[in-house]
Structures are given as structure tokens and as C-alpha cells.
């Protein structure tokens, strides 16, 4: 869909409204197809009743205000750290503490089990830890030495 067939702002409570072919859509939510691997592509804006309404290809094709609105709703509503440096990890058993600096400052994880590590790709790997929180490596040739050498014990 062009940006032209629809507009989009913010309510006083700082929801998204979509306006489309003359009817209103409070409520709205942008989500990500692919948040790992092409997190500017393919954006779904979702109804209250989860249905699609609008199907956006890429966010570069967007004005500049649309743009930085859904890009500011989805940073709100996505919280995915990138692990930058593996520090320390306490034991290479599980369940295990992990010291690591990440793109939002150095934190303690938890690792409880061995299956908390997924493989996205050959070298993206996403990490839960004991509280949920999902962390992302996104190359794991990137990270220096020690790092991944801790980390080849886990995988």
C-alpha cells in the first residue's frame, strides 16, 4: 500500500490512529516480519483485533514523519539487547551467570538452560535468560576472541 491511501498520528493518550479511506482505526500497532534478519521490511500496522489493515514494504519508502512515528512505537514496544562482549561466565555447565556488555550497558544474565541459545542463522544466535529477556548476537564471528571462545562451550 502507498503511504498516500493512509494516515497516521498519535491520539492524546499517545496511541496510534491510522486513518484509511475515510475510517479511523484507534489503537493501531506496527509488527515486525522479520525483526532479526530485515527489521526495515515488511511492517504490518495490526487493529485492535489483530487484523492486518496495512502492509508497509519498507520503511525507507515512508515519509520522514511516519517513518521516525513507527520506528519510535516499534523501539517502545521491542526490547532485544545485542550482546557486544562476553566478560565472564561462571561455569560452562548450566544453569549459568554470564557477565556480558551489551548496546545498552553491562549485564548479569542467567542462562538456565543449554536450549535457552537458538541459532537464527550461521551466525546470529538469540539468548534467553532466567527473567525471559531475549539478547541477540548478531554475528558471532564479530565478537572478539575471549568472547567467542566462552561462548563455544555453550554451543
Known amino acids: 500500500m502507498k503511504q498516500s491511501d493512509f494516515r497516521l498520528h498519535r491520539d492524546p ?23 532479526i534478519s530485515a527489521p526495515e521490511d ?3 500496522l495490526v487493529g485492535a483485533g489483530g487484523s492486518e489493515l496495512v502492509w508497509i514494504d519498507t520503511l525507507e519508502d515512508l515519509p520522514d514523519d511516519v517513518r521516525l512515528l513507527l ?5 517502545s514496544r521491542e526490547f532485544t ?4 562482549r562476553i566478560r565472564h561466565v561462571s561455569t560452562f555447565g548450566t544453569p549459568s551467570r554470564w557477565q556480558v556488555e551489551t548496546d545498552r550497558g ?8 543449554e536450549e535457552d541459545i537458538r541459532r537464527l542463522s550461521a551466525s546470529a544466535l538469540l539468548i534467553a535468560d532466567s527473567h525471559g529477556v ?3 548476537i548478531r554475528n ?3 565478537l572478539d576472541k575471549i568472547s567467542r571462545r566462552l561462548l563455544d ?3
Open 13 to 35: 493518550f499517545g496511541r496510534l490512529v491510522l486513518t484509511m479511506a475515510e475510517r479511523v482505526y484507534e489503537a493501531v500497532i506496527p509488527v515486525r516480519s522479520f525483526p
Open 42 to 44: 515488511g511492517i504490518a
Open 71 to 75: 520506528e519510535e512505537e516499534l523501539a
Open 81 to 84: 539487547p545485542e550482546i557486544r
Open 106 to 113: 553491562d549485564v548479569t544474565l542467567v542462562l538456565k538452560v
Open 134 to 136: 531475549q539478547y541477540l
Open 140 to 142: 558471532t564471528a564479530a
Open 153 to 155: 562451550h555453550f554451543l
